[in-house]
């Protein structure tokens, strides 16, 4: 079993909203995620309130093998 870091949309149309999930790789991109590390809203005014992710699910993902995304990966950069 691959995991992998991605976004998963949520939200309306114009107003995008995006989950930061653990899931399979072979999973479309509404499949049931395995674990909810955080979220990321792009249109929130202030930095601090556009990602937020729980360190000790990251973590313990990361350690496990599960690969971040390349969008994730910056997203988590700027978490830091």
Same mark, same amino acid.
């Given at each position: /079993? ?54 000790? /699910? ?23």
């Amino acid at each position: /079993m691959a995991v992998v870091l991605r976004l998963q949309r949520i939200g309306k149309r114009t107003q995008p909203h995006y989950r930061i999930v653990a899931i399979e790789k072979t999973s479309g991109p509404h499949g049931q995620p395995l674990e909810v590390i955080g979220h990321y809203n792009p249109k929130a005014a202030k930095d601090k309130e556009k990602v937020t992710i729980n360190a000790d /699910m990251l973590e313990r993902w990361v350690k496990t093998g599960a690969k971040p995304s390349d969008t994730v990966e910056s997203l988590i950069n700027r978490a830091r």
